[in-house]
């Protein structure tokens, strides 16, 4: 006796029929239990869960009277008669019906199509029918590219007899989405403590895989192509909301509705939720779902702030300024309407509308008033209220005007924006505008360690990405290292960055151009940049590079065309009342332009207001001490002792490319063969790319106690170990192996530590 149990479909009746062959002599129910009784033959039972009660009873005792006997039955013994019947047949054995495994579903695909099957073929089907024999004969079989005819027609038959609770559950497990048990019976309008009975009827039906509680591909395209649209489309409403009742996560309800193809009013708000959600995290997929809310119907103006502030963080085109008070999320487009016009370059409209903005718009505006030379409304702005990062930031702009004291305020903001960034579009980064403070004062190390931190943590977004990198570009090419600036600028082009970030962009290129004597370089950075100066984009932030560009016009002669952008500069340093760092930084700007066009007139005049400069702060007082000395060599005036102390000068202010040119022209100008000489292998040694990084030269630059540290660093203490050897805090460790990987120009922990093996031999 045995009992044959599986699913519909898996070849309950293949095998019995395989068992009656086996036999000497056999009988199928309901025929012949009689001459059964009388001559001992094998009695086979097929399908016994569909049997009456009065039936199971007398094939019962027949068995326990010893009839021989096979019974097929599903997994499923819901009543007792057929518990009865399988307890008095299973003293033989039970044979359990599982999958096929995929030689299994090749050799299938092969009997039932009567010809060979590629591995391929094999495997579609074996994944398609989850190694269901009925189901892989059906998919092999069927024409491609429509569910299998014979599977439709099974489905179809089933679902006439089902109860509604069981096919509406299997309506909605025929999405093929990752649901839990509370929001499939939600979303099918049956209660959680229903929903087994429902699932355990499908599985027996042969229509959900195996193992599990997911419907079987095959079946699931075959239940889904006779659901009419309009039964669909409520299906869909019903998922998205269970989805959003239970709390899912929308990124992750999203996630299910998209699977499933939904594109109603109710995905729609499911969709929006999952943008809203990673608008800041991951802009490029909120603008995604953004996209497939609005293709399932989702009003545009319910879309528009997340997909504005997505967009600008992507460094897409975003059209905001006409947002007004009508609209649902006005405050959330003023603010981004502000940034966009700050990475746009337009410093007075970003301040305009930021201070129109609803706060933290006002503190945001303060790097932009700032920039514009309006420091009294700068200071009255930096007191709104806004989250703490951006108050600090506020405060470190507006002490900008004195780098030195700016710098640990900016450095604090980056790091609060580090451990949590606000939900607002940021129209510069902290990190970004403490990088140019730090290199106006001269520490590019600084500068460094924050853009890379900045470029590591994503702060800003992938728009903000690409001026982090510029910036690190640039602060780094005028220290004399040009590889990170030529990485960049061999970069593909791809779509063109805010104009703001065009104008550094421009400068790197002619930046390092200029340092290869390359004119077409110069020719072609000033021809995408002209228009961009000519709408006057320029603010407090680009006095320094600014530079580049104004020495390119210098260079092909058109001067005028970059005046009008110096003279903006010299309004708002007159509105900050001239802030030394800042003025000297201006008035370098103009001196470099005297020298490309050998105006010994006007370099006399910036060297002599330079000189009345009282400073302390060492990049600016070696810029004024430089000055005089090009002024004076430029008038035919060289005096080698002063020019060389000069060049060191420049050097420690990390300049090193000017203190080259300096070196160079007073060579020429000498009438000191000997003198010349040694002005121009000083120029020779300055002017070699990365001349102040790598080697002997790089550990030069290390003071005594970065020395220690880079030792202690090498021999693999962590930062509290190295705190707490030389008893200074962490936190001051992490800040001295920062300025260390600036100097060395080291990118990661692993180029730090090559770097200094070779500085730092045993």
């Given amino acids: ?192 403590h229903e929903l087994a009975a429902a699932l355990r009827t499908l599985r027996d039906e042969g229509l959900l895989v195996p193992d599990g509680e997911r419907m079987i591909p095959a079946v699931a395209a075959a239940v889904l192509a006779e659901l009419p649209a309009a039964e669909r489309r409520r299906i869909h409403d019903a998922v998205a909301g269970a989805l959003v009742a239970a709390g899912t996560d929308p990124v992750a309800a999203a996630g299910q509705l998209r699977a499933a193809r939904a594109a109603t009013p109710a995905a729609a708000v499911v969709y929006r939720q999952a943008g809203e959600r990673l608008r800041f995290t991951d802009p490029a997929a909120a603008i995604g779902w953004f996209d497939d809310a609005a293709d399932a119907g989702a009003e545009p103006v319910t879309l528009a702030a997340g997909r504005a502030e997505a967009g600008a963080l992507l460094g897409l085109p975003v059209e905001v300024e006409h947002a007004g008070p009508g609209d649902p999320d006005a405050d959330r487009l003023g603010l981004v309407a502000g940034a966009v016009a700050a990475h746009q370059g337009r410093a007075v409209r970003a301040a305009e509308l930021l201070l129109g903005a609803a706060a933290p718009g006002p503190v945001l505006a303060v790097p932009s008033l700032v920039g514009i030379g309006q420091m009294p409304q700068a200071r009255q702005a930096a007191g709104g209220p806004a989250p703490a990062a951006l108050s600090r930031f506020a405060e470190g702009a ?155 016009a210098a260079r092909l002669r058109r001067l005028t065309r970059v005046t009008p952008v110096l003279d903006l500069l010299d309004r708002v340093l007159t509105g900050l009342d001239r802030p030394v760092s800042w003025a000297v930084s201006l008035d370098w700007v103009r001196l470099q332009t005297a020298i490309v066009t050998e105006d010994a007139g006007a370099a006399a005049e910036t060297a002599e207001r330079l000189a009345a400069v009282a400073t302390g702060e060492p990049r600016p007082l070696a810029q004024c001490a430089a000055a005089g000395r090009w002024a004076a060599v430029l008038a035919g005036r060289v005096r080698p002792e002063e020019v060389l102390a000069a060049t060191e000068d420049l050097v420690a202010a990390e300049l090193p490319w000017e203190a080259s040119r300096l070196a160079g022209q007073a060579a020429i100008r000498t009438g000191d063969p000997a003198a010349a000489r040694r002005l121009l292998e000083r120029a020779r040694e300055l002017s070699e790319p990365d001349a102040a990084a790598g080697g002997a030269a790089a550990a030069a630059t290390l003071s005594e106690r970065e020395v220690t540290v880079a030792r202690l660093v090498l021999a693999g203490s962590t930062h509290r170990e190295i705190g707490a050897q030389l008893y200074i805090a962490p936190k001051t460790v992490e800040h001295h192996v920062a300025r260390i990987r600036g100097k060395l120009g080291a990118n990661s922990r692993a180029e730090l530590l090559a770097a200094l093996r070779e500085m730092l031999p045993d």
Avoid: C, K
């Avoid at 009695?43 to 006997?69: I, K, Y």
């Fill in 1 to 192: 006796m045995t009992v044959v149990v599986g699913v519909d479909g898996s070849g309950r009746t293949h095998r019995l029929r395989r068992l009656a062959t086996e036999a000497s002599a056999a009988v199928w129910w309901p025929t012949g239990l009689t001459t059964a009784r009388a001559e001992n033959q094998l009695v086979v039972v097929d399908d016994a869960h569909r049997l009456d009660p009065a039936a199971l009873a007398e094939l019962a005792a027949a068995a326990r009277d010893g009839v021989p006997m096979v019974i097929a039955r599903r997994p499923t013994i819901d009543r007792p008669e057929l518990a009865e019947l399988d307890e008095a047949v299973a003293a033989g054995g039970v044979e359990l019906l599982g999958a096929l495994d995929a030689d299994g579903v090749a050799r299938l695909v092969a009997t039932v199509t009567g010809r060979p099957v590629s591995p391929e073929v094999a495997e579609a089907v074996f994944a398609a029918s989850a190694g269901l024999p009925a189901v892989a004969a059906a998919v092999a079989t069927a024409p491609p590219g429509a569910p299998p005819p014979a599977l439709l027609a099974r489905v179809q038959r089933r679902f006439a007899v089902l109860d509604v609770a069981a096919v509406t559950v299997a309506r909605v497990l025929a999405l093929r989405l990752d649901l839990t048990d509370q929001v499939l019976a939600t979303a099918a309008g049956a209660a959680v």
């Fill in 398 to 552: 507006v002490a900008a005007v004195e780098p030195a004291v700016a710098l640990p305020l900016l450095i604090e903001a980056a790091e609060a924006v580090e451990r949590g960034a606000p939900a607002v579009v940021l129209p510069d980064t902290p990190h970004a505008v403490a990088a140019v403070v730090a290199v106006a004062a001269g520490d590019v190390a600084t500068a460094e360690h924050l853009l890379i931190r900045a470029a590591e943590t994503g702060i800003g977004g992938p728009a903000a990405g690409v001026r982090h990198r510029l910036l690190l570009a640039w602060a780094r090419m005028r220290t004399g290292r040009y590889d990170t600036a030529l990485r960049e600028l061999s970069q593909p082009a791809g779509a063109d960055p805010p104009g703001r970030d065009r104008l550094l962009r421009a400068a790197l290129a002619a930046g390092i151009a200029r340092r290869r004597g390359d004119i077409a370089g110069l020719r072609e950075a000033w021809t995408g940049v002209e228009p961009l100066l000519a709408r006057r984009t320029a603010d407090l932030w680009l006095v320094e590079i600014v530079e580049e560009l104004a020495v390119a």
